[in-house]
Nanobody, 126 residues
Framework: QVQLVESGGGLVQAGGSLRLSCAASGRTFRNYAMGWFRQAPGKEREFVGAISWSGGSTYYADSVRGRFTISRDNPKNMVYLQMNSLKPDDTAVYYC???????????????????WGQGTQVTVSS
């Protein structure tokens, strides 16, 4: 089992950048494929991106590709979401999520992920 805690959210102007962090507990963190999701008020939860257990593969939603970058530091049990060129439409609560070991990397459905953090608010002003 793994516990996830996000941080790094805040208020930023359009065009600005933020880096979200996700701290994971557990000695087997390196075995978990990870994902980032977001949910804006009144909207469905939306896939943002995913990273393989090794960090060697990433996958992004069309809406953020080229602007957001996911990375991980397995010895530190950390996953990051670097967000550049932020837009007001990026305003949402951002969640990191983990898949149980053995599950394939990728997938855009939240149901494929087994563990979730509490979320961190990102607000982009115009």
């Amino acid at each position: 089992q793994v516990q996830l805690v996000e941080s790094g959210g805040g208020l930023v102007q359009a065009g600005g950048s933020l880096r979200l962090s996700c701290a994971a507990s557990g000695r087997t963190f390196r075995n978990y494929a990870m994902g980032w999701f977001r949910q804006a008020p009144g909207k469905e939860r939306e896939f943002v991106g995913a990273i393989s257990w090794s960090g060697g593969s990433t996958y992004y939603a069309d809406s953020v590709r080229g602007r957001f970058t996911i990375s991980r530091d397995n010895p530190k049990n950390m996953v990051y979401l670097q967000m550049n060129s932020l837009k007001p439409d990026d305003t949402a609560v951002y969640y990191c999520a983990a898949k149980k070991p053995g599950k394939k990397f990728g997938g855009v459905a939240g149901e494929e992920y087994d563990y979730w953090g509490q979320g961190t608010q990102v607000t982009v002003s115009s």
